[in-house]
């Protein structure tokens, strides 16, 4: 079997399914397929909280206001061009989103309720109480759906791209419920693949962040940038007996949240004049120097001052899963440790999307444009993904489909029917995750890092020989992934010898630029 498209999307959060939208407006005659790797709504998408950053009010904002913030925290390596087109056009792709249905908080006036987070120096992050993500993913998908140019297959693995002389025509794809391998040709293929969170023990991202696209990237000689900028978030519960991580949005330390160590001291202003609001490179690296000092387990967030009636409203399922996991948060403070969260990284694309192969594109997380530097200022993600959405649609929309003729590889995978031991994937998958949390966290230093990348090494060694031996499944694909991600996650962190943004390796100088 095989399927032949005319555009190949990889990946259903948000910056896959906008693309997808808009090229089944403008070409209503052509054949969009999304290939998405579990259900269609799972994604970090969905799992978003304070909202998107967007300059709305005229009065106390304005673009160069939030250019100026992004640039501050991505702390000298961001593009300010690529800033500057993202900050000016954002209200109209956040237009294009309520237009599509998406549900906003709005003020008692009317307008667009507007939060605070840490790094900006306004009000500026439209959300819809602290479920953006999901109202999001709600109204995008029930869009793609109205399509009848779009195809979505769930639960379908891309494997690696299909590429010829530095072309790129599809994706060898497998069928989870059938088990098989699909060839997917395509005139164009867009690679919207998301994070790479579950190379660490402990991430906010759900179990879909393995890093695919980008080790497809990898394997295709895609060009990948940065990688070694790892956004730490400083808030997340702290659930010592769990092994899932639950997000306290920095909404909730704009809406006035203190950060205090066990004993109740309120201690990032040691750190940073603007103490809570500091941005998030600050804030992890000073709670984990806290605690390193203190050799507590967790800070503490204190919300008790704050208006509760008005916490509830804004914030319903942070209270509910505090509340479940026995924290009342009108009494008690929230145990909060930092947690692996986003990749500055990925795959280099230039301003409309494209990466170093041709007819390959990416956005999103995965897509490295130069906006968020040596760190994301927060809610910038959803809004990167929204305008290059845009840029690649604005791109392929004048080009003539028919120019692109399609090479037809055939998949040469291994045709073992051997199965792999389930609990072997898992061991290595484990010890992979302690190993970069241990040794490629907040703060590194060479000598962990290069014991990492040895050990990394192996693993891939032995990932090649199982490969040829035993049948390809997605918990295999998943690790050798995690795998060729960290590489360059560990390799680019031994050859950075300066500190910037969320980049910190002991014993090199820092340059804090507030
Ligand atoms: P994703 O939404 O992750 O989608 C990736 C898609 O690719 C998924 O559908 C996945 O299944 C699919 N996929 C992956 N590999 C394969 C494969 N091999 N084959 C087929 N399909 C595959 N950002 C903000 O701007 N504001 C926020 O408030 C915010 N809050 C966040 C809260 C949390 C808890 C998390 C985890 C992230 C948050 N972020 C936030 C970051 C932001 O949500 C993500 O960066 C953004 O949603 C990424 O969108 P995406 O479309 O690139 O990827
Ligand atoms: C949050 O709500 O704290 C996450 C925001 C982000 O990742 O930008």
């Not at 709305?56 to 702390?75: A, R, S, V």
């Not at 010592?240 to 909730?252: D, H, M, N, R, W």
């Amino acid at each position: 079997m095989k399927i032949e498209t005319d555009y190949l999307i990889l990946g259903s959060g948000i910056a896959g399914l906008t693309v997808a939208i808009k090229l089944a407006e403008q070409f209503p005659d052509r054949k969009i397929l999304i290939v998405t790797k579990s259900n269609a709504d799972e994604s970090n998408t969905k799992y978003a909280q304070g909202g998107i950053a967007v300059v709305i009010d005229g009065i106390d904002d304005d673009f160069e206001k939030h250019i100026n913030d992004t640039l501050i925290c991505g702390d000298g390596l961001c593009n300010r061009e690529v800033v500057e087109m993202v900050v000016k056009k954002g209200p109209k792709r956040l237009k294009e989103l309520i237009d599509w249905g998406t549900n906003f908080d709005l003020t008692a006036e009317g307008n667009l309720d507007l939060a605070k987070e840490g790094g900006h120096s306004n009000h500026r992050v439209v959300h819809h109480k602290d479920q953006t993500g999901r109202e999001i993913e709600r109204a995008i998908l029930t869009k793609t759906h109205q399509k009848k140019n779009i195809e979505i297959l769930d639960f379908h693995f891309a494997i690696d791209l299909i590429t010829k002389s530095n072309s790129c025509f599809g994706a060898f794809v497998l069928d989870e419920k059938n088990d098989t391998i699909i060839p997917v040709y395509s005139r164009f293929t867009i690679l919207a693949t998301g994070g790479i969170g579950q190379v660490y023990k402990q991430t906010t991202n759900p179990l879909i962040a393995t890093g695919d696209g980008i080790a497809m990237a990898i394997r295709a000689n895609a060009t990948i940038k940065e990688m070694e900028f790892i956004q730490f978030h400083p808030t997340a519960l702290y659930m010592p007996k769990s092994t899932s991580t639950f997000l306290i949005s920095e909404a909730v330390r704009g809406f006035g949240a203190y950060l205090k160590t066990k004993k109740g001291r309120r201690f990032l202003f040691d750190y940073d004049v603007r103490g809570e609001l500091a941005s998030r490179d600050i804030v992890s690296r000073s709670i984990e120097t806290e605690l390193k000092k203190s050799k507590d387990k967790c800070v503490y967030l204190d919300c008790t001052h704050l208006d509760i009636l008005a916490f509830k409203n804004h914030f319903p399922t942070i209270y509910q899963n505090c509340l479940l996991s026995g924290i009342d948060i009108t009494k008690d403070w929230i145990p909060v440790i930092p947690t692996q969260h986003y990749l500055c990284g990925g795959i280099l694309v230039d301003a409309n999307g494209q990466t170093s192969i041709e007819n390959l594109f990416a956005c999103g997380e995965c897509s490295q444009t130069g906006l968020h530097g040596a760190n994301r200022l927060a809610s910038n993600s959803l809004l990167e993904a929204l305008v290059y959405a845009n840029q690649i649609f604005e791109f392929l929309k004048k080009l003539d489909v028919k120019k692109i003729i399609v090479e037809k590889p055939v998949p040469d995978y291994f045709p073992s029917k051997k199965i792999l031991d389930k609990k072997i994937i898992a061991k290595i998958k484990k010890d992979l995750q302690n190993c970069m949390q241990q040794n490629a966290g907040i703060i590194r230093n060479d000598t962990d890092l290069k014991k990492a990348l040895e050990q990394l090494l192996i693993w891939k060694k032995q990932c090649q020989e199982m490969e040829h031996e035993y049948k390809v499944t997605k918990e295999f694909l998943e690790l050798k992934n995690m795998i060729t991600v960290s590489i360059p996650i560990v390799a680019f962190s031994l050859k950075r010898n300066e500190n910037k943004g969320s980049f910190f390796k002991e014993g090199k100088t820092i340059n804090l630029q507030f």
